[in-house]
């Protein structure tokens, strides 16, 4: 399947594939119209009235994407981030030629392979070697290919001995192995990834990385869509953050990352505009090794006029990876009174023990007497290199020694 | 959420301009030729699938005609014990021969028109051109016709029933019926996705249909006009067509009386049915090739 144009688009022939997307507007309706009494007066509307000019939209309709413009030459590893509803499900469905765009221009070269939805073909029914070439073939891969291939196929998964088993009888993960082997066999000419890098064990994962690693080496072009920030971080070569279906901003992984997590404060800062809020923070640093420590700075007002009795400043440490909470520190709790009414500092320090990667630092003013949120302050994104080398989800310094056991005495 | 340029986007293009019905035929004739492998693997699956964990397996093939064709008998015999015609040998060749085409159709159009909603996760999740799961459903149907068709083969001779030049016509009549079928189900299949009503029109064509097509019946039996009403139905033509081609021996070109005069066999109809056929799957793969693209976003 090379040389496929999709929308309206033509791509010229050269050696490698490539991914275009040229000023691509996508609109989805919201609600269903599968009744006769919802289509006719629908057909009626559109017929007598024209659809708003400004955002050429129908009532129920909206724009998921709006102008998106990016291309992915060979050799770039191409991430794509943003907030839940940016659009990036979108875009991997016009990528994978299952969605048309409305308008604009999608043009993906050559035979794309996905690390998603590995066992979509599969049928229960029949046995792991006739899905073998089911989805080998549902996946564009042509048949002798299969058949050269097979051997390898069935190795790299494990499963030689269930071959001519119904795969209704695997194991889930057996399923995905099969599956997985199928796709990284494909010798796709465009890949995209998405959050299955985030699915499956660890060593599914690294299989997966290393995977996709080895394909842009070998100049093969790569999308990966993702909320992990710190896979995009290490994978990508060039990034993009959508926003509400618009691109916020093109450029390397790492401004786009940062902009994504200011982005994040900007908007939280905005609800600050109340009797209390926290008007800035500061960081020592915007790296720190792994264990190393970072300085917080708070700027805080409290205006005199509040009913609030007993609050307290906190700060909080979030994987940006993933969102989890891994420290949540309370001033009060920290044995520190501060002032009532007036503005001051808050100095906070923390030990980063956590693994290499970006972290969001933010911060709040806390309720003690009703346990709630009084005002969110500014975010910071941080990132923590690598220090002392371990592995796991805690640094916790260690130290080793060694004593030989010297022989008894006679 | 984050400032972005959402506020001071640039205005929405134009509505769209359409690619052209010639660019829509290439792309659909492309991805036909592109897709032969998995239109094969797709059909390979399906038949598997079909007579796996069933006791009798591929029997089955031979079972539901042979239902018909029982059913058709004695629909002919309680007719002929009114009227006093006799139940021939030529008579249970004409019925066993349409018999035949009205299952394919009516297995084609069942199989074909769930195709798209039985198979979701596909549809949803990976790209390929959809036109394949209804076409494999018909490949299949085909392939299950098939062995019908050769049993029949076998029969024909026991039943008296002599080879002629006329079994020239049968490719085609064959063809046109293929056509005609799978018009009816990429359009069904299709519409399946965005209503169910499909659904329901579909079993009310699997129960009833066949009182409004020429099976166990012969269009002439229902006088000049009641004949060329239910020729309208373009398998009308096909079955009976297939019939005075194999068991007759006529010419399907010429017209066909008898003794009192009285028109049996016409060629106008085929030539509709053909003409329905031929501009039917054109028309059904323009419309299936349009819609193929929000299949995903409805379902």
Known sequence: ?410 | MLTSQADTAVPAPDVSKGASVMDDLREIVGDFVRSRELLSELTMRDLRIRYKQSMIGVAWALLTPLVIVMSGLLVRWAFASLAGQPVDGAVIAGIAIKSIGWAFFVGALAFGTSSLTQNLTLVTKVYFPRELLPLAAIVTQIVDSAIGVLLLAVMLPLLGIAPAWSLLWVPLLALTLVLLTTSLTLLLACANVFFRDARHLVQVIMSFGIFFTPVFFDAAALGPRGARLVMLNPLAPVLEGLRFAIVNGHNLARPLLDARGVELWSPWPMYYAMLLGAVGIVGSALVFHRAEFSFAEYV
């Open chain 1, 1 to 410: 399947m090379s040389d496929v144009p999709i929308g309206n688009g033509r791509v010229g022939k050269s050696a490698a594939g490539y991914v275009e997307f040229d000023h691509v507007w996508k609109k989805f309706r919201y609600g269903e119209h599968n009744h006769l009494r919802d289509v006719i007066p629908a057909i009626m509307r559109r017929a007598f009235r024209r659809p708003d000019p400004e955002a050429g939209l129908w009532t129920g309709e909206f724009w998921a994407l709006r102008d998106v413009d990016f291309r992915v030459r060979p050799g770039e590893a191409f991430g794509i981030i943003g907030p839940n509803g940016a659009g990036k499900s979108t875009i991997l469905k016009l990528l994978t030629r299952i969605f048309r765009p409305t308008h604009g221009r999608c043009a993906i070269r050559g035979r794309v392979g996905a690390l998603i939805e590995v066992t979509a073909g599969f049928h229960p029914d029949l046995t792991g070697r006739e899905n073998v070439f089911l989805q080998g073939a549902i996946m564009g891969m042509p048949r002798r290919d299969i058949r050269r291939r097979f051997d390898e196929i069935v190795e790299f998964a494990g499963i030689s001995h269930f071959i001519d088993t119904p795969v209704k009888r695997y194991s889930s993960g057996m399923q995905a192995r099969l599956g997985f082997s199928i796709a990284a066999h494909l010798e796709p000419e465009v890949l995209i990834v998405d959050e299955a890098l985030a699915v499956g064990d660890e060593s599914f994962q690294r299989q997966a990385f290393a995977r996709v690693r080895e394909l842009v080496k070998q100049h093969i072009p790569v999308v990966v869509v993702s909320h992990q920030l710190d896979a995009i971080q290490s994978l990508c070569t060039h990034a993009m953050l959508l926003d509400r279906g618009c691109v916020v901003q093109l450029g390397s992984p790492a401004e786009c990352i940062a902009t994504y997590l200011k982005g994040v404060g900007a908007v939280r800062a905005e609800d600050g505009d109340g009797p209390v809020r926290i008007d800035a923070m500061r960081l020592d640093a915007t790296a720190v090794v792994s264990g190393g420590m970072i300085d917080v700075e708070l700027d805080c007002e409290i205006r005199a006029d509040t009913q609030v009795r007993s609050e307290s400043v906190r700060v909080c440490v979030r994987a940006a990876a993933s969102g989890t909470l891994l420290c949540e520190a309370d001033s009060v709790d920290l044995g520190l009174n501060t002032p009532t009414a007036g503005a001051f500092s808050v100095a906070v320090r923390l030990q980063l023990n956590v693994p290499s990667g970006l972290y969001i630092i933010e911060s709040l003013i806390w309720d003690r007497v009703r346990g709630r949120t009084l005002c969110e302050g500014p975010t910071h994104y941080l990132e923590v290199t690598a220090g002392v080398p371990f592995s796991g989800s805690v640094q916790m310094n260690p130290t080793v020694r060694v004593a030989v056991a010297s022989s008894r005495p006679a």
